[in-house]
């Protein structure tokens, strides 16, 4: 098993692009999640989706975007990039058949600079 | 509402010495708590994690933490750190209430720093 996966690994984008970080998992999990780290504000929850076709806010959702078609899949799209976003940004999932004590399992994570 | 706080943004320490990262949180219905690890430019990985039962769990990496209801607390030790230990270190809660579809919330970190 590959895990969580993520690309790109690193990205470099101009204020008003637009742009989609992939997300992939191939454990079969129903609930995937995207944060964003920033120095010294440990992760943030963006979104999250508890299996294909749901998904919801987390805590800081403003900017972007998330849909889930597949079970394997959960991308995170960035419509007009802000300096605000440059980040850290990581994709985790956890198997939903225990519900929220399982671990949740992480990606690598995707640098991203906006300039 | 549920909260983390982590007491030490940075803690260095010397090698063989032992460690305890501070870990605190704030919940009004039964949680589980988990501590993450992240080493330089990778992804976080789990290291323990409490449901129920004992309070004191083991992870690896020969790490350890107590849950400890009446202070809200669940802090992070180590006997002995090696080199290899140095990364930042994550606690996390999450909790059994309506709409909280187990989602993780974070402490800001913890960045050990274990020096020769």
């Known amino acids: 098993n590959a895990g969580v996966t993520q690309t790109p690994k690193f990205q470099v984008l101009k204020t008003g692009q637009s742009m989609t970080l992939q997300c992939a998992q191939d454990?079969?999990?129903?609930?995937m999640s995207w944060y964003r780290q920033d120095p010294g504000m440990g992760l943030r929850l963006i979104h999250y989706?508890?299996?294909?076709?749901?998904?919801d806010q987390g805590e800081v959702p403003n900017g972007y975007n998330v849909s889930r078609s597949t079970t394997e899949d959960f991308p995170l799209r960035l419509l007009s990039a802000a300096p605000s976003q440059t980040s850290v940004y990581f994709c985790?999932?956890?198997?939903?058949?225990?519900?929220?004590?399982?671990?949740?399992?992480f990606g690598p994570g995707t640098r991203l600079l906006v300039l | 509402a549920q909260s983390v706080t982590q007491l030490d943004s940075q803690v260095p320490v010397f090698e063989e010495a032992p460690v305890e990262l501070r870990c605190n949180y704030s919940?009004?219905?039964?949680?589980?708590l988990f501590w993450y690890v992240q080493y330089p430019n990778q992804g976080l990985q789990l290291l323990l994690k409490?449901?129920?039962?004992?309070?004191l769990v083991k992870g690896i990496n020969g790490f350890e933490a107590e849950f400890n209801k009446s202070q809200t607390s669940f802090h992070l030790r180590k006997p002995s750190v090696h080199i290899s230990d140095t990364a930042e270190y994550f606690c996390?809660?999450?909790?059994?209430?309506?709409?909280?579809?187990?989602?993780?919330?974070f402490g800001k970190g913890t960045k050990l720093s274990v020096k020769p």
């Open positions: 985790a999932s956890r198997s939903g058949l225990a519900g929220i004590q399982e671990t949740q399992y």
């Open positions: 454990m079969n999990h129903e609930y």
């Open positions: 989706s508890v299996g294909a076709g749901i998904t």
């Open positions: 919940s009004s219905v039964s949680v589980y």
């Open positions: 409490y449901l129920s039962g004992s309070t």
């Open positions: 996390a809660v999450t909790g059994d209430y309506g709409g909280s579809q187990g989602n993780l919330i």
